[in-house]
C-alpha cells in the first residue's frame, strides 16, 4: 500500500510502516488540555496502557511535561520523576512494550533511557529548545521524532508569522535532517507539529500539503488529535472532538501520514482499516 516501504527500528526491531500504525497518548500530567488523558494513579495508568494495547496500538507515548499553549513550566527533576514513576508501572506490568517518551530535554533523556528500554524520543522542539539533544540521540543510538515547532510552548502561539507555512517547515525538515545525518542518527520520523506555533489556517494548509513532505522519504507521524484546529472549527471543546479528530486522520493517511499519535486508539484503527480497504480497491482496480 505505501510505495515507499518505510520501516522504523524500535529497540531492535524493525517495525513495517507500509499499513499505517498507532501510537496511544498516555500523559502523566495534571494539565494535560484533553481531561480525559491526564494519568496519575498507578490504576489509571496500567488502564489507559492496557486499552492502547488491546486496542492496536504499536507504541505508548509517555510525556511528563504538558506542552499545550501557555502551559506551565516544569522542573527538569519533576519530569523525570514523573516519566520514571510511569515507565516502572509500565515496564513491570508490560515488559516488552515500545515505549517513546515524550521531552525536549536531553537530560531527561540521558536519565530515562539508563533506566529503562526505551525505543523513541519524540521531541516537540525538533533539537531547537535543547542544543544537546542531536548529540544525545546520536550517542544513544536511538529512534528520534523531529517535531517542527517555533518557540518554546509558553510563546509559541505568538510565533506564527510565515510566507508560506509549508514551504518554511519542508526547509526546517531539510536543513535539520541534514544536521542529523551529520551525527549519524538515521531513525527518524517527522512531525509537522501540527497546534505548534501554528494558526488554524496554517493547520490545515499543512495537512492539506502533507503529500508534500513525502519527498524527504522518512516516516511522517501526525499528532492531531482532539487539538484546537479541530474543536475551534467545529465551535466546540476537546471532549467533543473525537468525530472530527478521524476525520483529520483520514485526511492525514490520504497526505501520507505512516503514524497517527492520538488519545483514541480504537477509533484511529478502525479509520486505518477504511483507508486499507480504500486504497487496496484502487490498487488492486
Do not use: W
Not at 514513576?85 to 537530560?107: M, W, Y
Not at 518554546?152 to 535539520?176: C, G, I, W
Amino acid at each position: 500500500m505505501n510505495s515507499n516501504h518505510l520501516q522504523i527500528k524500535l529497540n531492535n526491531h524493525l517495525v513495517d510502516l507500509s499499513t499505517p500504525i498507532v501510537m496511544g497518548i498516555v500523559n502523566v500530567t495534571p494539565d494535560s488540555f484533553f481531561k480525559g488523558n491526564r494519568f496519575i494513579s498507578e490504576n489509571e495508568i496500567l488502564r489507559c496502557v492496557e486499552k492502547i494495547l488491546s486496542d492496536g496500538g504499536t507504541i505508548i507515548d509517555v510525556g511528563g511535561y504538558s506542552t499545550r499553549p501557555s502551559a506551565n513550566v516544569v522542573t527538569q527533576e519533576e519530569e523525570i520523576k514523573r516519566v520514571s514513576e510511569a515507565l516502572e508501572i509500565i515496564f513491570k506490568n508490560f515488559p516488552d512494550v515500545l515505549i517513546s517518551v515524550d521531552t525536549f530535554r536531553s537530560g531527561v533523556v540521558r536519565q530515562i533511557t539508563r533506566n529503562y528500554p526505551v525505543a523513541m524520543i519524540n521531541d516537540i522542539g525538533g533539537g531547537t529548545l535543547d542544543d544537546l539533544m542531536f548529540e544525545t540521540v546520536s550517542d544513544l543510538k536511538i529512534t528520534y521524532i523531529l517535531m517542527h515547532t517555533q518557540g518554546s510552548p509558553q510563546m509559541m502561539q505568538k510565533m506564527t508569522n510565515y510566507k508560506d507555512v509549508a514551504s518554511e517547515v519542508l526547509h526546517f525538515f531539510k536543513k535539520r535532517l541534514s544536521q542529523l545525518r551529520l551525527f549519524g542518527v538515521n531513525d527518524v520520523i517527522i512531525d509537522p507539529g501540527f497546534g505548534f506555533a501554528k494558526t488554524i489556517e496554517q493547520n490545515y494548509e499543512l495537512l492539506n500539503k502533507l503529500s508534500y513532505f513525502k519527498e524527504l522519504n522518512v516516516p511522517i507521524l501526525a499528532g492531531i488529535s482532539r487539538k484546537s484546529m479541530i474543536y475551534k472549527s467545529l465551535e466546540t471543546n476537546a471532549e467533543e472532538a473525537l468525530n472530527g479528530t478521524t476525520a483529520a486522520n483520514m485526511l492525514a493517511l490520504i497526505g501520507g501520514a505512516s503514524i497517527l499519535r492520538v488519545h483514541d486508539v480504537k477509533e484511529a484503527m478502525q479509520t486505518i482499516k477504511i483507508y486499507y480497504a480504500f486504497n487496496n480497491i484502487k490498487t488492486n482496480k
